[in-house]
């Protein structure tokens, strides 16, 4: 089975600070990772995904993430917060042969002006 | 446009009545998903499906039922034996691979 964790419920955050998401898996074998947001009233958008190569891969709005695969990990970062990025993220995992994504509790960052 | 329609985006239903929630696709996706969201929980897999004719329970399946009678479409039945089914759902598509698009979700409250 494979399943998610991140530790981070709800994070509050001034504008300008830096930002660091945790996320933990389990699963024994190869995964692809994802970090998703959901900014208020919209859908759910993908952040950034790794599947192989460079660890440390970058999304869009500045976010990026590092795949730490003997700690099952990948950290969501950002090094300057906007008050633009309040909303919920998920970290999600799919494992090889698994059919669908597996998800984090979810982390609610509000960040004030 | 591409991309996934839910519909309708708020649904109102009594206790003991089926509801079905529409999902609708124009990506070409083979694969295509059902999720349920709670507050602190995250998103939870109902029902998936990789192709026409064919789908697999997820986690949380007791209750629910679907079909895939087009590659377009994977409509989310809400059956009455549902114990807690007020929550938002969401649908989801992909290719093989790689990651999956969200619609934009359906709050479904049981009055």
């Known amino acids: 089975a494979q399943s998610v964790s991140q530790h981070n419920h709800h994070v509050i955050l001034s504008e300008a600070a830096s930002l660091e998401l945790g996320c933990n898996y389990s699963?024994?074998?190869?995964?692809?990772l994802f970090w998703y947001v959901q900014y208020p009233g919209q859908h759910l958008q993908l952040l950034l995904k790794?599947?192989?190569?460079?660890?440390l891969v970058k999304g869009i709005k500045g976010f990026e993430a590092e795949f730490i695969k003997s700690k099952f990990s990948f950290n969501l970062r950002k090094p300057s917060v906007q008050w633009s990025d309040t909303a919920e993220y998920f970290c999600?995992?799919?494992?090889?042969?698994?059919?669908?994504?597996?998800f984090g509790s979810g982390t609610r960052l509000q960040v004030q002006p | 446009d591409g991309g996934i329609t839910q519909s309708p985006k708020y649904l109102f239903r009594k206790e003991g009545q089926n509801v079905t929630l529409s999902c609708e696709q124009n990506?070409?996706?083979?694969?295509m998903y059902w999720y349920r969201q709670d507050p602190g929980q995250g998103l939870r897999l109902i029902y998936y499906?990789?192709?026409?004719?064919?789908?697999q329970k997820g986690d949380i399946a007791e209750g629910y039922s679907v079909s895939r009678e087009k590659k377009e479409s994977f409509p989310l039945t809400v059956t009455s034996a549902q114990k807690n089914p007020t929550a938002f759902y969401l649908c989801?598509?992909?290719?093989?691979?790689?990651?999956?698009?969200f619609g934009q979700g359906t709050r479904l409250t049981v009055v």
């Open positions: 999600a995992v799919k494992g090889t042969g698994r059919r669908a994504l597996t």
């Open positions: 790794y599947f192989s190569g460079d660890p």
């Open positions: 499906s990789q192709i026409v004719n064919d789908f």
């Open positions: 699963y024994g074998g190869t995964v692809n």
């Open positions: 989801a598509s992909s290719i093989e691979g790689a990651a999956a698009f």
């Open positions: 990506l070409n996706h083979d694969a």
